[in-house]
């Protein structure tokens, strides 16, 4: 094997368990809508948006707002967009210390690493403040290469970039949005890491689905 590929949120990234998100108020709630309403755009609309079809968060938020009919004046939509960005970058500055160990761990294996991820404009903006970019290359966003998981041209994209064949390659997620099924489909070794969010996962191959439980497990298990 010659390289891993990580997915970033849940995997290298933790939002959704931080202290900040749960006492945060929610998503439809701070654009003046109902979860129901939320939900069933995000349901017709969210891959697109993973996928390009908006430039900027304003352009997301704006495109939502307008679709449920949220009572938010334009300003207040800018200003919600703005502090959401804000917390984007919060989120994408914050890595712990145990995930820059098992990187390097990793690396010392002699492994490459890289990473794909579903992702919306405002967190490829804030990537910039993200001290993973320095330990990861190439990088993939859904939104940039208009390809998201689980669909199998983000993974061999991927791969053409790292110029190595995806049966060379483990990909390492928490499992959403079927990305573990959809990197086993390429042909890629696909890891489920359990560290952050412990999820039921789609997995239809008939070799067993490789769990890392911790963080530090991880290593010991690309062999």
């Not at 709630?29 to 069933?40: P, V």
């Not at 490459?112 to 993939?140: T, Y």
């Amino acid at each position: 094997m010659k390289a891993v590929f990580f997915d970033l949120f849940e995997t290298l990234i933790t939002e959704k368990t931080r202290k900040d998100f749960q006492t945060r108020a929610p998503f439809h709630e701070r654009l003046g809508t109902t979860k129901d309403k939320s939900s069933l755009w995000w349901a017709e609309n969210g891959d697109a948006a993973m996928t390009g079809r908006f430039s900027d968060c304003l352009a997301h938020f704006t495109d939502l707002c307008a679709a449920v009919k949220s009572p938010l004046t334009k300003d207040e939509i800018v200003m919600a967009a703005q502090e959401h960005e804000v917390w984007k970058s919060k989120v994408l500055s914050c890595v712990e210390p145990q995930i820059f160990e098992m990187l390097r761990a990793v690396q010392a294996r002699g492994l490459k690493v890289g990473l794909i991820s579903n992702a919306l404009p405002e967190e490829v903006l804030a990537w910039r403040f993200c001290p993973l970019q320095d330990h990861v290359d190439p990088v993939v966003f859904s939104c940039s290469v208009g390809v998201m998981k689980p669909d199998r041209e983000i993974y061999k994209l991927a791969c053409a970039r790292m110029r190595v064949q995806p049966s060379e390659v483990y990909f390492v997620g928490d499992g959403g949005y079927d990305e573990l099924q959809g990197a086993a489909s390429v042909g890629m070794r696909a890891v489920q890491a359990a560290w952050y969010q412990d999820r039921d996962v789609e997995w239809s191959c008939t070799s067993p689905l490789v769990r890392a439980n911790s963080i530090t497990d991880l290593p010991e298990l690309l062999c």
